[in-house]
């Protein structure tokens, strides 16, 4: 099974900055018709996850535009330009490429 | 508005069996893979089993392939997951999502299955 490994595992933030998760991959995530099935999810306490972003960079509709995603292969990276009280919880990448599919194992984010 | 509402979780002891339904609404649900994704203490989330739009092909993560089967009916717009031989490795919060690029676009709020004695 791919694994995929988060970077920090917890993330104390300051309101305002910026910040910045890694994801890597065991395996390469292109699939054979060019795409990288890679996505980021957000869980806050209580709720049920929530996707940011798919296929690497591309947003969901009702994501903020604080949002980025980036990276290619076996790394990839989800990046928050000025994180708002809003985004504390669990992110999550996840990798639809191969089965079965697989989620990195979270990283916290909470305000300093 | 898409709407998934997972039923069926409850207490159970260790071999039994469990149903879970997924009812859905908002969209047109024979266009769409459908899977269930599970949130363990063990093992976090992890993709139980997904289901194509016509229900003619499934697939099975390994720790659950021969003791849970997917399905569907679209004409009622809803999902199963009948579970048996249950472990408490099974224990966990179970989620219907839709699945779109290959991932899940919407999820259900989850309903918890508790295997023990």
């Known amino acids: 099974d791919v694994v995929l490994t988060q970077s920090p595992l917890s993330l104390p933030v300051t309101l305002g900055q910026p910040a910045s998760i890694s994801c890597r991959s065991s395996r390469g995530l292109a699939n054979y018709d060019g795409v990288t099935y890679l996505a980021w999810f957000h869980q806050r306490p209580g709720q049920s996850p929530r996707r940011l972003i798919y296929?690497?960079?591309n947003r969901d509709s009702g994501a903020p535009d604080r949002f980025s995603g980036s990276g290619s292969d076996t790394d990839f990276t989800l990046q928050i330009t000025r994180v708002e009280a809003e985004d504390v919880g669990v992110y999550y990448c996840?990798?639809?490429?191969?089965?079965?599919?697989?989620f990195g194992q979270g990283t916290k984010v909470e305000i300093k | 508005e898409v709407q998934l509402m997972e039923s069926g979780g409850g207490l159970v002891q260790p071999g039994g069996s469990l149903t879970l339904s997924c009812a859905a609404s908002?969209?047109?649900?024979?266009?769409?893979?459908m899977m269930w994704v599970r949130h363990t203490p063990r093992k976090g989330l992890e993709v139980v089993a997904n289901?194509?739009?016509?229900?003619?092909?499934?697939n099975y993560v390994d720790s659950v392939r021969g003791r849970f089967t997917v399905s569907r009916d679209n004409a009622k717009n809803s999902l199963y997951l009948l579970m048996s031989h249950l472990t408490a490795e099974d224990t966990g919060r179970y989620y219907c999502?839709?699945?779109?690029?290959?991932?899940?676009?919407?999820w259900g709020h989850g309903t918890l299955v508790t295997v023990s004695s």
């Open positions: 289901i194509k739009s016509d229900g003619s092909a499934k």
């Open positions: 908002g969209f047109s649900f024979r266009d769409y893979y």
């Open positions: 999502a839709r699945e779109n690029y290959w991932t899940m676009d919407f």
């Open positions: 996840m990798q639809g490429t191969h089965w079965p599919r697989t």
């Open positions: 296929e690497v960079s």
